[in-house]
Every structure is written in C-alpha cells, then in structure tokens.
C-alpha cells in the first residue's frame, strides 16, 4: 500500500529559528496536504498542494508539490512557541473518493 | 459556528461494552470519515461515506459499525470493547471529489479498562 515518509519523529528548535519539515513517498500523489495538529484537537489544514512544482504560502508557512509528485517540504519561517504541535503530510491521490494517506508526524518543539 | 463536531469528547468505558460515537458536520460536504489515532499520533482511516453510502471500509473488525443516517452525519458503534479500541477517533468531512482537503472534528478519546 501507500506510505508516506516523515522523519525525524520529533524536531527541536530555538523560537526565532526556521525550520523545513520533508515527506517522501513511494507513490506518485496528485495532492499534498500539510496539517498541523494540537494537542486534544483534530487536524487542522494549513497546505493545499495540486500541480506537481506549485510552491505556495501560508503566513510563514511555505510548501511545495515535488517535480516528482513523490515529495513535498514543508518550511516554517522564524518559528514562534504556537507553532509547536504535530505536522502531518498528506498524500491523495486523483478520483471521487480516494483515500487520503498520512505520514506518521513530526512534532515540533519551539523553545522560546 | 461551521465545523464538524463530534460527541462525546471524552469515553471511558469496560470491556465488553457497546458504545456510540456521534458525528455532524454543517459544511455542506457530501463524504463523512472516520479515522482511529493511536498512542503513536498515527492517523490511520476506518471508514468513508459518500451522500450516505460506504466507500471506503478499511480493514476494520465487526465490531466497528458506522451509520450514516444522511450526509450531514455519520456514527461509529462499537460493539465488546476491547483494550486495543483505546484510541482517539477523529470524524472528519469533505466533497468527496479528489481534491477537496479533509476538515477534522476535535476527536473522541475512548478509553477502555
């Protein structure tokens, strides 16, 4: 089946710092996701990625569809302490109704 | 306030038991999902409804029976809870067309001793 590569689990940062998170596959995708999870919520999406190449930004959140269709990076610039939480890549595939793959997360810790 | 909400937040529960989760979601989207977090933060899909038919149903015990009474909910019974059901279950919602990103509600945890 389809997974997606997330890694390292956990990423330490000092607030003021930017940081670039990856997701790798072994699968080629037509959409990447990016959420951010907090603790005791549900996901919440921070990326819509469609065009293989399309970079796009979110406030200090930046993303990219690979060339490949098989990566995307997610970057955060000048990290402040609420953006600590889980980060989880998202990876679908084209179709009505095809299922959404998840990474395993990288939760992120922001030391002010 | 348009979300997807779910209830209860919180399930605490014997082994054994039958418990319901209940989902709704007013963003006018046609697919319903449930999915089951696990103590290592993995989001793992259980289910997917579409206009209140199944779609999707991973590979799921019996004992795990979703209903979609319309497209606006969809509702997890659980049947002889187990330990290993101890879990956050996350409902969530889109148009089902491919490109629609998944909008989450804040989750379940149920514990089960």
């Known amino acids: 089946g389809q997974q997606l590569n997330q890694s390292p689990q956990s990423m330490f940062i000092q607030e003021g710092e930017d940081v670039s998170m990856n997701c790798t596959s072994s699968s080629i995708f037509n959409t990447w996701l990016w959420y951010k999870q907090d603790p005791g919520e549900g996901p919440v999406l921070l990326i819509a990625?469609?065009?293989?190449?399309e970079l796009t930004s979110n406030g200090r959140l930046t993303a990219q569809f690979g060339i490949t269709r098989k990566d995307s990076f997610l970057n955060i610039s000048a990290s402040i302490p609420s953006d600590v939480g889980i980060y989880f890549c998202?990876?679908?595939?084209?179709?009505?109704?095809?299922?959404?793959?998840f990474g395993k997360g990288i939760t992120l810790s922001v030391r002010p | 306030d348009t979300a997807v909400s779910q209830t209860p937040k919180y399930l605490v529960t014997q082994m054994g038991n039958d418990k319901s989760i209940k989902c709704e979601q007013n963003l006018g989207h046609d697919t319903m999902y449930w999915y089951k977090q696990d103590s290592k933060k993995f989001l793992k899909i259980m289910f997917s409804?579409?206009?209140?038919?199944?779609?999707i149903n991973e590979t799921v015990p019996n004992r795990f029976s979703p209903k979609s009474p319309d497209k606006a909910h969809l509702n997890l019974h659980i049947n002889s809870l187990e330990l290993g059901d101890s879990a956050v279950y996350f409902c969530a919602s889109s148009h089902g067309q491919g490109r629609s990103p998944l909008h989450f509600g804040n989750g379940t945890r149920l514990t089960v001793t």
């Open positions: 990625l469609y065009k293989a190449g």
């Open positions: 998202a990876g679908q595939l084209a179709g009505a109704n095809s299922k959404l793959t």
């Open positions: 409804y579409n206009n209140k038919e199944l779609i």
